[in-house]
């Protein structure tokens, strides 16, 4: 069963890269992978948003944003702010990280860190794309996750690449 449902939500990332094809940037897609990832992530506190904060070059995040627009889980909608490394990052629960980008410190912050940046994992991520053989991948540190009160399913353990334990 647990190979079943992990199979189901693979095909389903995959649809949804294949719908928008090559002439999408990989960050629209990454932002998608994010939306389908929060089902299978247990938050430490009940929300009544998903507060997202976007750290990247100030003309990307309208197209990060874009695959938020008219999305929720459980009937909790997604909220998108493009921040600086200046921003006060207490107040996202997820914070995306754009390449070339990661702030020189996250100490304090609680929120679930996703980045597209070598070595994320080891700078502050709990959740990392990478590019393999023109894919995207990811990573997970369960270890932070745990620590930050964050439970990752099964379900997306298994789907990545490598899982710090």
């Known amino acids: 069963m647990k190979q079943i449902l992990a199979s189901l939500f693979f095909i389903s990332l995959m649809l949804s890269s294949s719908v928008y094809g090559s002439s ?33 070059k100030p003309e990307r995040f309208k197209e990060f944003g874009q695959a938020f627009e008219g999305k929720s889980h459980a009937k909790v909608k997604f909220v998108v702010t493009n921040l600086d490394s200046k921003s006060d990052l207490s107040k996202v629960d997820i914070l995306f990280i754009d390449a070339n980008q990661f702030p020189p410190h996250l100490t ?17 991520a709990i959740i990392n794309f990478q590019m393999a053989d023109e894919l995207i991948k990811f990573e997970i540190n369960q270890l932070k996750s745990l620590e930050y009160g964050y439970k990752i399913s099964s379900r997306l353990l298994n789907l990545a690449k490598r899982v710090v334990q």
């Not at 304090?108 to 502050?124: F, H, Q, R, T, Y």
């Open 24 to 56: 999408v940037d990989a960050l629209t897609l990454k932002a998608n992978f994010v939306v389908k990832f929060i089902p299978f992530i247990e938050f430490p506190i009940k929300l009544k948003e998903y507060r997202v904060g976007f750290i990247g």
């Open 108 to 124: 304090n912050v609680m929120a679930l860190i996703i980045s597209d940046e070598e070595n994320g994992l080891e700078k502050g």
